[in-house]
């Protein structure tokens, strides 16, 4: 596995076009921050929503008929991330893209915020972010959540304070998290969904990284990189649905290690390479 790599890493890297290296994560990379996966028996919405199925409770439907007890749900997580500290999965492609500079770029399904406070720059957040709120009915710009509403315990309500801050100034509705919520979908603004298929457009190589491919865009992006000859590296412990995708083609590696033995065997490889 480390030779095909190194060799593909070097074949990319002397490119002139379609040399970019993307690295695509999910839930699994944040997993050793203690930041729960979002489904099975012991993941966030299971714990976080007992009586609800994800599809029913994390739809923009179900906010608008509670939105109090969506918000309740949301600062409880934002409380989670808070604590959480990012771990050496994040570090590694920290120092990855350090070794790359302008031909590296994250995408990332991840709200968490832990690949941005790890000190990643080159970030698309395709499913949004837990920091940024925006008008349910709306108007106004997206804007940052205001400072002074806290991180909640599972069975702590909003203040008055919260629901006041929580309101939009034009209309007076309600303002929603900026994620992506399952009866939604991609776009540009919020999702940078056609920035992303670009980039993938331009990938040389595309790391999936602790994803398994269950939601639409981050399928298309491995899609999209695998018809303009790029090379998928698949880094998950189990197979997922892009294994899938990729089992009968030629460009592929897949990897089946945690996230830390991989990403650092991929930077030591890229060091070597770099000082070439």
Same mark, same amino acid.
């Given at each position: 596995m480390k030779e095909q790599l190194a060799k593909i890493i070097k074949e990319v890297y002397s490119k002139k076009n379609r040399n970019l290296f993307t690295f695509l994560t999910g839930a699994g990379i944040s997993a050793d #921050? /203690?930041?729960?996966?979002?489904?099975?028996?012991? /993941?966030?919405?299971? +714990?976080? !929503? &007992? =009586?609800? &199925?994800p599809e029913e409770f994390g739809t923009f439907k179900y906010f608008k008929e509670n939105p109090e007890e969506v918000w309740?749900?949301? %600062? =409880?997580?934002? +409380?989670?991330? $808070?604590?959480?500290?990012?771990?050496? #999965?994040? &570090? $590694?492609?920290?120092?990855? $893209?350090? *070794? *790359?500079?302008?031909? =590296?770029? %994250?995408?990332?399904?991840n709200i968490d915020n832990l690949h941005r406070r790890s000190g990643t720059n080159r970030i698309y957040e395709i499913h949004g972010n837990n920091r940024e709120i925006k008008c349910s009915n709306g108007c106004q710009a997206i804007e940052y959540l205001p400072a002074e509403i806290e991180g909640k315990d599972i069975d702590e309500d909003l203040t008055e304070k919260d629901i006041e801050l929580l309101k939009c100034k034009e209309c007076g509705g309600w303002m929603r998290p900026n994620i992506l919520w399952f009866d939604e979908r991609y776009d540009e603004k919020t999702n940078k969904k056609f920035s992303s298929l670009k980039m993938a457009k331009n990938s040389? %190589? *595309? =790391?999936?990284?602790?994803? #398994?491919?269950?939601?639409? %865009?981050?399928?298309?992006?491995?899609? !999209?990189? *695998? +018809?303009? /000859?790029?090379?998928?590296?698949?880094?998950? !412990?189990?197979?997922?649905l892009f294994t899938e995708l990729i089992k009968d083609k030629k460009n592929k590696i897949i990897i089946r290690e945690t996230s830390t033995e991989a990403l650092k065997i991929i930077r030591e490889l890229l060091e070597n390479i770099v000082k070439e």
């Amino acid at each position: 596995m480390k030779e095909q790599l190194a060799k593909i890493i070097k074949e990319v890297y002397s490119k002139k076009n379609r040399n970019l290296f993307t690295f695509l994560t999910g839930a699994g990379i944040s997993a050793d #921050s /203690g930041i729960p996966i979002y489904r099975g028996v012991d /993941g966030i919405w299971v +714990k976080g !929503t &007992k =009586f609800h &199925k994800p599809e029913e409770f994390g739809t923009f439907k179900y906010f608008k008929e509670n939105p109090e007890e969506v918000w309740q749900y949301s %600062l =409880f997580r934002k +409380k989670m991330f $808070e604590n959480a500290h990012a771990n050496e #999965s994040h &570090k $590694e492609i920290v120092e990855i $893209e350090n *070794l *790359l500079q302008d031909r =590296f770029h %994250l995408i990332t399904q991840n709200i968490d915020n832990l690949h941005r406070r790890s000190g990643t720059n080159r970030i698309y957040e395709i499913h949004g972010n837990n920091r940024e709120i925006k008008c349910s009915n709306g108007c106004q710009a997206i804007e940052y959540l205001p400072a002074e509403i806290e991180g909640k315990d599972i069975d702590e309500d909003l203040t008055e304070k919260d629901i006041e801050l929580l309101k939009c100034k034009e209309c007076g509705g309600w303002m929603r998290p900026n994620i992506l919520w399952f009866d939604e979908r991609y776009d540009e603004k919020t999702n940078k969904k056609f920035s992303s298929l670009k980039m993938a457009k331009n990938s040389g %190589l *595309l =790391f999936i990284v602790g994803t #398994s491919g269950a939601t639409n %865009l981050p399928m298309a992006i491995a899609e !999209t990189t *695998l +018809k303009y /000859g790029g090379t998928i590296v698949d880094i998950n !412990t189990e197979d997922n649905l892009f294994t899938e995708l990729i089992k009968d083609k030629k460009n592929k590696i897949i990897i089946r290690e945690t996230s830390t033995e991989a990403l650092k065997i991929i930077r030591e490889l890229l060091e070597n390479i770099v000082k070439e």
